[in-house]
């Protein structure tokens, strides 16, 4: 696996850019995205206005692809912010229509500086996620010291070359075009692709 994003230092970067549709303190969502910083002037706060129910951290990549987990980690301090408690994990390919990928309700408070991962099964290739804020522990507002959002592994083989493991897309040539092959597996019962098809 892969972390999807660059370390941000701002709303917009190299193609990647950070929405919060909420307005909730959104000077500051990029710092919500930098690897590990997670002190308190350097995290993103998410402010509670009754007007905006819910919060949203929101991030367009320049490619689509599918999530394997989000990582998320709380600030060095519990005294001027709150852990999340549920909120749902979304995707969407326009930015307008948006599906849920996973649901966290009523999680327990994160220790400071603790970092929880919470893997997303299955997730069809998107180019815009969002982390969908409906309720964090203290109800007025939440604090988050970092998100971070990870490529699933592509299908195909691994070889190890040179003592560094390699991606391969089995291909095969047909009427002078080359082609990739459709590989299957069969997994509980049930056939699943590989890679290819």
């Given at each position: ?18 929405q ?5 303190d ?5 710092k ?6 997670v ?21 367009e ?15 060095g ?11 749902d994990v ?42 969908n ?17 990870w ?15 390699k991606?391969?897309?089995p ?14 597996v069969?997994q ?7 890679s290819?098809?």
């Amino acid at each position: 696996m892969e972390i999807a994003h660059p370390v941000m230092d701002s709303f917009s970067q190299d193609g990647y850019i950070l929405q919060d549709p909420g307005n909730y303190d959104v000077d500051y969502l990029w710092k919500a995205f930098r690897y590990g910083s997670v002190e308190p002037t350097d995290a993103w706060t998410s402010l509670y206005d009754p007007a905006y129910p819910l919060a949203v951290a929101q991030m367009e990549f320049p490619d689509s692809f599918a999530l394997s987990q989000v990582i998320i980690q709380a600030t060095g301090t519990t005294s001027d912010g709150s852990s999340l408690k549920t909120f749902d994990v979304e995707g969407s390919m326009d930015g307008s229509v948006w599906d849920i990928l996973l649901s966290v309700v009523d999680e327990t408070v994160f220790a400071p500086d603790e970092a929880r991962t919470y893997p997303v099964v299955g997730s069809a290739s998107y180019s815009h996620y969002r982390l969908n804020i409906i309720a964090g522990q203290a109800g007025d507002r939440t604090k988050i010291g970092d998100i971070s959002y990870w490529k699933a592994e592509l299908g195909g083989i691994k070889l190890s070359i040179g003592g560094e493991l390699k991606h391969m897309v089995p291909k095969i040539m047909q009427g002078g075009v080359l082609k990739n092959v459709c590989m299957k597996v069969m997994q509980g019962g049930v056939l699943k692709n590989v890679s290819g098809c």
